[in-house]
């Protein structure tokens, strides 16, 4: 019998159970996809036995289905006071929420409306990265495990989690403070231990989509199923209408909205077309699985599978091993995702130059951004001609698409513009001085002028790395470099350096890493995925440690 202690006389998961459930609560799915188990056995996958095209319907679940806290029948929880909600994001506690809700479901039993559902999940606890210390979840596996994340971004992740309320001593809290709500059922009169609720969490962890602002995050049966692969490679993505009502979650006009006096439309459906308008007006409000990107049998990737094909969901873009393992427990080893990062205050641990003076000082922080951005600008606007500053074999990498503000070591080991020029400007502007704040008024007099140098200082280091990568010997370039570049430089391979030897076991190679990780068992499963990630950033920081080095020696000469 498992820890938390529910569905202990339920038979094992039954996939004829699960879809005479979801034909009663009126979830249509094709007729041609077929519900198989995982290779390894650990859970189920679907599977399409026919080539599915772009707009194809996959499933469409009515929302009335969905397993939500406005669908459990779990009453409203009472408000807490503002100290005991302190430090918690409404994000934090719309999961934790859901996960009670479906823990009550689950102490329903057979008598939830959702069962036909709840007997087709996993029936032990996901093990999330958050769970690694706990010998019930993880056993000792887990807590090795949890050593090879350090200083990786698996940490960072955790971290971030633990700020947003998602820790392990906010789940604790949040169910000490709630478990006295759950009514007593037919199976389960005493309250349930903490390790139910953790069970729950990591299936609301693993499984749930946003859906809208009514029911916010919810579990959505049939759909997920479907296993993550990265856009380029995945079929298709979860859609849903989020313009409900917030009040009732009507997606169809309603009592509660205010209507534009020209037409007759809510306001919150007056971006819609009148075709639009009136076709939803006419049908049931679902979220969707549509065919995004083909599907061909026995022919994607040359694979072949018995006349089968495996239909892949994206559970977001360019999703990190780090993030996958920290918010599903597992890892694809696509090698996409932002690289390493580290925050501001990381960037010169020893003098602590930046975190010291800047955050304290918004215009300051602002007035450097201002010099990066416009740095960057005219980097590009240069590199329309027959040079880019920049290369996939250089040492620095324009800002980040999706976060211009983001410090990271990107996937082909080069270091983000955003670090390189942050630590050229504590160097010029000298942010660790007691007049800082004199030096950040003299350098909102001097932009343009810091501008121009920062820029002439990043194409000297970048044509000094092409002019070395070209020369079969680079000892005869001139291999000057000025000495505020050369500063940085030096800093750069120190950040690099401290990020590594920070790392469990540090010392040992790349060959005897990999022998570690290949010699583990199938029952090391957590150390496994650990080690992986682990190596992966390894490699990152030692190629980009080489580079530097290189650059360094080489301008000693």
């Not at 969490?201 to 919810?218: G, Q």
């Not at 534009?260 to 459906?269: A, C, D, V, W």
């Not at 980040?400 to 082909?412: C, M, T, V």
């Not at 008024?441 to 044509?463: F, H």
Request: net charge negative; with cysteine; aromatic share 8%.
């Amino acid at each position: 019998m498992t820890a938390h202690g529910l569905l202990p006389d339920s038979p094992p998961p039954s996939r004829e159970v699960l879809l005479v459930w979801t034909d009663r609560k009126g979830i249509t799915r094709d007729e041609d996809l077929v519900i198989a188990e995982m290779g390894d056995g650990g859970g189920w996958r679907m599977m399409s036995e026919r080539d599915m095209e772009i707009g194809e319907l996959i499933c469409a679940i009515p929302k009335t289905s969905l397993l939500s806290h406005r669908t459990s029948s779990l009453p409203a929880l009472p408000s807490l006071s503002p100290t005991e909600t302190q430090g918690r994001s409404m994000n934090s506690h719309t999961i934790l929420h859901l996960s009670l809700c479906l823990l009550h479901e689950f102490r329903l039993g057979t008598q939830s409306d959702f069962y036909g559902y709840l007997q087709s999940l996993p029936r032990t606890t996901i093990g999330l990265p958050i769970f690694w210390d706990i010998d019930d979840v993880s056993g000792k596996d887990g807590k090795l495990a949890r050593d090879w994340l350090k200083y990786t971004e698996v940490e960072k992740e955790l971290k971030i989690r633990e700020e947003q309320g998602l820790g392990l001593s906010d789940l604790n809290e949040f169910y000490k403070s709630y478990s006295s709500h759950l009514p007593s059922t037919e199976s389960h009169p005493n309250p349930s231990p903490v390790e139910a609720f953790y069970y729950c969490f990591s299936l609301v962890s693993t499984r749930a989509f946003m859906v809208d602002l009514y029911h916010l995050i919810a579990l959505c049966p049939f759909a997920d199923i479907l296993n993550h692969s990265s856009t380029s490679n995945s079929h298709t993505s979860l859609s849903s209408d989020d313009f409900v009502c917030h009040s009732c979650g009507s997606l169809k006009s309603c009592s509660h909205d205010i209507l534009n006096p020209t037409n007759g439309i809510p306001y919150r459906l007056s971006h819609i077309g009148i075709k639009d308008y009136h076709r939803i007006e006419n049908e049931i409000d679902t979220v969707d699985l549509r065919i995004e990107n083909p599907l061909n049998v026995n022919n994607q990737n040359g694979s072949d599978q018995g006349g089968y094909e495996e239909v892949f969901n994206c559970y977001g873009e360019g999703l990190s091993d780090s993030r996958l393992l920290t918010e599903w427990g597992f890892i694809s080893e696509e090698f996409i995702g932002e690289g390493l990062t580290w925050n501001v205050d990381e960037l010169d641990p020893d003098e602590n130059l930046i975190s010291s003076h800047v955050n304290e000082n918004e215009q300051g922080l602002e007035l450097l951004w201002e010099i990066i951005d416009s740095a960057m600008s005219v980097l590009v606007e240069r590199s329309q001609g027959n040079w880019c500053w920049y290369s996939e074999e250089s040492l620095l990498c324009p800002q980040n698409e999706r976060d211009k503000r983001l410090f990271n070591l990107d996937q082909s080991a080069r270091i983000s513009i955003n670090i390189f020029a942050f630590m050229w400007l504590s160097q010029r502007i000298n942010l660790a001085s007691k007049v800082g704040n004199q030096k950040i008024s003299q350098a909102s007099e001097e932009k343009d002028e810091l501008i121009d140098e920062l820029v002439k200082s990043i194409e000297e280091l970048s044509r000094l790395w092409d002019n070395i990568n070209s020369q079969n010997d680079p000892s005869s370039c001139d291999l000057r470099l000025e000495d505020e570049s050369m500063t940085v430089a030096k800093k750069v391979k120190m950040l690099l350096q401290s990020r590594l030897e920070g790392m469990h076991k540090s010392e040992l190679s790349q060959e005897e890493l990999f022998d570690t990780r290949d010699s583990l068992g199938p029952e090391e499963k957590y150390q496994y995925m650990a080690m992986t990630i682990s190596i992966n950033e390894r490699s990152l920081l030692r190629s980009a440690i080489g580079k530097w080095d290189e650059l360094l020696s080489l301008c000693r000469l």
